[in-house]
Protein backbone atom coordinates (compact mmCIF):
# COMPACT_ATOMS: atom_id res chain seq x y z
CA UNK A 1 0.00 0.00 0.00
CA UNK A 2 1.50 3.19 -1.09
CA UNK A 3 0.50 6.36 1.83
CA UNK A 4 0.16 9.55 0.19
CA UNK A 5 -0.84 12.70 2.20
CA UNK A 6 -1.76 15.85 0.25
CA UNK A 7 0.29 19.29 1.36
CA UNK A 8 -0.82 22.60 0.98
CA UNK A 9 -3.45 22.33 -1.46
CA UNK A 10 -7.14 23.67 -0.91
CA UNK A 11 -9.94 22.17 -0.23
CA UNK A 12 -11.80 21.41 -3.14
CA UNK A 13 -8.60 20.40 -5.16
CA UNK A 14 -7.43 17.96 -1.74
CA UNK A 15 -11.03 16.34 -1.70
CA UNK A 16 -10.80 15.87 -5.55
CA UNK A 17 -7.62 14.25 -5.34
CA UNK A 18 -8.85 11.86 -2.24
CA UNK A 19 -11.60 10.89 -4.46
CA UNK A 20 -9.60 10.25 -8.08
CA UNK A 21 -7.22 7.98 -5.90
CA UNK A 22 -9.63 6.02 -3.64
CA UNK A 23 -10.85 4.12 -7.03
CA UNK A 24 -6.74 2.70 -6.67
CA UNK A 25 -6.11 -0.60 -4.55
CA UNK A 26 -2.66 0.55 -3.73
CA UNK A 27 -2.88 4.21 -2.53
CA UNK A 28 -4.62 5.62 0.36
CA UNK A 29 -4.74 9.07 1.07
CA UNK A 30 -3.62 9.20 4.86
CA UNK A 31 -3.86 12.36 5.71
CA UNK A 32 -3.81 16.80 4.75
CA UNK A 33 -1.24 19.11 5.92
CA UNK A 34 -0.63 22.54 5.31
CA UNK A 35 3.07 22.60 5.09
CA UNK A 36 5.61 19.66 4.56
CA UNK A 37 6.68 20.19 8.23
CA UNK A 38 3.15 19.82 9.27
CA UNK A 39 3.27 16.63 6.91
CA UNK A 40 6.79 15.40 8.51
CA UNK A 41 5.41 15.40 12.52
CA UNK A 42 2.11 14.10 10.94
CA UNK A 43 4.11 11.08 9.64
CA UNK A 44 5.86 10.25 12.71
CA UNK A 45 2.36 8.96 14.02
CA UNK A 46 1.40 7.30 10.65
CA UNK A 47 3.64 6.42 8.19
CA UNK A 48 4.15 8.16 4.55
CA UNK A 49 5.57 7.04 1.70
CA UNK A 50 4.72 10.19 -0.59
CA UNK A 51 3.63 13.35 0.16
CA UNK A 52 2.29 15.15 -2.81
CA UNK A 53 1.92 19.40 -2.98
CA UNK A 54 0.59 21.40 -5.53
CA UNK A 55 2.99 24.06 -7.25
CA UNK A 56 6.25 24.31 -6.08
CA UNK A 57 6.42 24.19 -1.74
CA UNK A 58 8.10 26.56 -0.15
CA UNK A 59 11.46 25.37 1.62
CA UNK A 60 10.37 25.23 4.81
CA UNK A 61 10.22 21.79 6.05
CA UNK A 62 11.70 20.04 3.21
CA UNK A 63 14.84 19.76 5.03
CA UNK A 64 13.60 17.66 7.72
CA UNK A 65 11.56 15.66 4.82
CA UNK A 66 15.21 14.91 3.31
CA UNK A 67 16.63 14.22 6.41
CA UNK A 68 13.88 11.84 8.08
CA UNK A 69 15.42 7.81 9.14
CA UNK A 70 12.85 6.79 6.44
CA UNK A 71 12.05 10.31 4.00
CA UNK A 72 9.12 10.17 1.84
CA UNK A 73 9.30 11.13 -1.82
CA UNK A 74 7.90 14.04 -2.68
CA UNK A 75 5.34 14.92 -5.77
CA UNK A 76 4.81 18.20 -6.33
CA UNK A 77 2.16 18.36 -9.53
CA UNK A 78 1.61 21.72 -11.43
CA UNK A 79 -1.61 24.02 -10.98
CA UNK A 80 -2.56 21.96 -14.74
CA UNK A 81 -2.09 18.58 -13.37
CA UNK A 82 0.03 17.98 -16.62
CA UNK A 83 3.51 18.38 -15.33
CA UNK A 84 5.44 17.51 -12.14
CA UNK A 85 8.67 17.19 -10.19
CA UNK A 86 9.87 14.67 -7.73
CA UNK A 87 11.98 15.19 -5.06
CA UNK A 88 15.14 13.01 -4.32
CA UNK A 89 17.22 15.38 -3.53
CA UNK A 90 17.66 16.21 -6.85
CA UNK A 91 14.35 17.33 -8.88
CA UNK A 92 13.39 16.15 -11.80
CA UNK A 93 10.17 16.66 -14.47
CA UNK A 94 8.15 13.73 -14.94
CA UNK A 95 4.75 13.82 -17.59
CA UNK A 96 1.25 13.35 -15.35
CA UNK A 97 -0.48 12.37 -18.76
CA UNK A 98 -3.94 10.77 -19.01
CA UNK A 99 -2.31 8.38 -21.87
CA UNK A 100 0.71 7.49 -18.39
CA UNK A 101 -2.24 6.03 -16.03
CA UNK A 102 -2.44 9.58 -14.77
CA UNK A 103 -1.98 10.88 -11.37
CA UNK A 104 -1.89 7.50 -10.44
CA UNK A 105 1.15 6.32 -11.75
CA UNK A 106 2.72 8.88 -11.13
CA UNK A 107 2.10 8.27 -7.12
CA UNK A 108 3.29 4.93 -8.01
CA UNK A 109 6.49 6.01 -10.21
CA UNK A 110 7.99 8.06 -7.23
CA UNK A 111 6.88 5.32 -4.66
CA UNK A 112 9.12 2.88 -6.49
CA UNK A 113 11.77 4.66 -5.83
CA UNK A 114 11.43 4.28 -2.47
CA UNK A 115 12.04 0.61 -2.49
Keep these: MIRIQLV ?3 TMLSDMITDL ?3 EPDIAVVG ?3 TVGQAMDLASAEPTDVL ?3 EQPASEGLMAAALA ?3 PAI ?3 AANGRRGWTLHIDAEC ?3 E ?3 GGLAAAVRRVAARLM
Excluded: S, W
Design 8 to 10: AMD
Design 21 to 23: LAR
Design 32 to 34: RAN
Design 52 to 54: LLQ
Design 69 to 71: PRP
Design 75 to 77: LCI
Design 94 to 96: NPI
Design 98 to 100: AAE
